[in-house]
């Protein structure tokens, strides 16, 4: 059908429907995650890609294959071959490598096993100080412990980690962190155990360690800038883990990503982290008990998706500029179709898609009501997707959850909303009350 002079003049043009799938493709992120991940991290994600509908099983099985047949998982990369190849049999190689790994993993055990045993003695543990320098020494004197076993445990918890025994590894490089006084081994260390926490889903501790790489970020990066930026760009990726797997993290890692260092790492470097930002924003509507810290949230991604527009943009964001920028509901709604699309495909984000669309149908049910005084049931329920005996539903919820003075007609089939506008003096107010504060801090910078 040929586009009508009135959609012309109206700038909207008529675009042929894309199919989910189509969608999630479009918008995969994946190619922008993988630099930033450790290849054990992306593992997981190529798994959930091959249990999308429409994925080619035998391509993702080649791409598992290439990334994990330079570790020591011998048996699994294996048996990827054997799938790949259509094979029963496993090649000399395989085998052998097999051995080789077995042999080292019992040469580790044996080199380590008496300081893992120091380590694990309690009357040995309660003598150690905080001064690593001091408890090598007690060590070496009462227990003849030398910095080469030391080391031994870093090598070991690499190569358990190597090897997929990620709750070994986690261990064997928190007890090298204990007593290890190179600072370079120890922050990898840390790094380390990050990732084999996050693959144990063992979230709760991923969080401190979280908190171990930023604080390690801020003050031994200090003096390089371009480090921090990378270290920054990793922590924020690696992140996104415990982001929507563990609610607790959900408020930490949103303000940690408003900082200020973490922000401009994520408009400088990767303005793709905006979807996962957006989405944790939005469906904090119904989680966050601090209105004003939600609104003041709200306020920053709506000026972060303005700015970064012309450098990245899927339909969450667009979702999210349509409704705070444009004021465009119909735009609103249409992105919100393909935002759930995007999010269901999204490993990080598919068992959110459901509580963001929720949530972003609440925003736009809010918006819309601030700024019409007599909205018509239909219209809006059309807008939010529903028929109207749902969009009734909705909005009689609506107006209870948020206590907006609303009257519902239902004869007219409209909703009446009372907007009392704002005295001259409480506008003056609201534009000034944050003057003093500004003021006060102006003053004291200039003092210094």
């Known amino acids: 059908m040929p586009t009508s002079a009135e959609s012309i003049l109206n700038g909207r043009t008529p675009q042929a429907q894309s199919t989910p799938a189509e969608i999630s493709e479009k918008y995969d992120l994946l190619p922008r995650l993988i630099p930033h991940l450790d290849r054990h991290l992306i593992f997981p994600l190529l798994e959930f890609l091959s249990s999308q509908e429409g994925d080619d099983v035998g391509e993702t099985t080649k791409t598992k294959y290439e990334l994990l047949k330079q570790t020591n998982m011998t048996d699994y990369v294996a048996s990827l071959w054997q799938e790949i190849n259509d094979s029963d049999d496993v090649p000399e190689e395989f085998v052998k490598k097999r051995e080789e790994v077995l042999q080292r993993l019992s040469l580790f055990t044996e080199e380590t096993s008496q300081i893992d045993e120091l380590l694990g003695d309690d009357s040995v543990v309660s003598n150690l100080r905080s001064d690593k320098v001091a408890n090598l020494k007690f060590l070496e004197q009462q227990h003849g412990v030398t910095i080469e076993m030391v080391d ?16 070994n ?9 204990i007593l290890s006084t190179d600072n370079d081994k120890a922050a990898s260390a840390t790094w380390g155990k990050l990732a084999s926490d996050i693959l144990t889903t063992s979230w709760e501790v991923v969080m401190k360690e979280v908190n171990k790489v930023k604080e390690s970020i801020d003050t031994k990066l200090f003096n390089n800038p371009l480090a921090q930026l990378q270290h ?8 996104l ?7 607790p993290a959900r408020d930490i890692i949103t303000e940690i990503f408003f900082s200020a260092p973490f922000i401009n790492t994520i408009q400088t470097n990767c303005p793709w982290i905006l979807r996962y930002l957006a989405a944790a924003v939005i469906t904090n509507r119904s989680r966050t008990r601090n209105t004003g810290q939600y609104q003041k949230q709200l306020k920053d991604l709506v000026r972060v998706v303005r700015q970064e527009g012309y450098e990245y943009n899927d339909p969450v964001t667009d979702f999210v500029r349509a409704l705070y920028v444009d004021f465009d509901f119909e735009e609103a709604q249409r992105k919100l179709g393909e ?3 995007v999010l269901k495909g999204d490993f990080f984000l598919s068992s959110a898609a459901e509580a ?3 949530a972003a149908r609440h925003l736009i049910s809010e918006s819309y009501c601030k700024i019409h005084q007599r909205i018509d049931i239909k219209d809006l329920s059309a807008r939010l997707g529903l028929n109207q005996d749902e969009g009734e539903k909705w909005i009689v919820n609506l107006i209870r959850d948020t206590r907006m003075d609303g009257k519902l007609d239902y004869q007219e089939g409209t909703v009446l909303m ?25 003053s004291a910078a200039v003092a210094k």
Not at 169 to 177: C, G, I, M, S
Not at 232 to 237: N, V
Not at 241 to 247: E, Q, R, T
Not at 418 to 442: C, D, M, W
Request: glycine content about 4%; some cysteine.
């Open 241 to 247: 883990f415990p982001f929507f797997n563990y609610d």
């Open 152 to 167: 031994m445990l870093y090598d070991f918890g690499r190569f358990q980690y190597s090897c997929g025994s990620y709750a």
């Open 356 to 358: 963001f669309v929720e």
């Open 232 to 239: 920054r760009t990793w922590l924020i990726h690696w992140a």
């Open 339 to 341: 935002a759930e699309e």
């Open 169 to 177: 590894a986690a261990h064997l490089l928190d007890q090298f962190r």
């Open 418 to 442: 009372n907007h009392p506008a704002n005295s001259v003096y409480q506008q003056v107010i609201e534009r000034t009350k944050g003057s003093f504060f500004r003021t006060s801090v102006l």
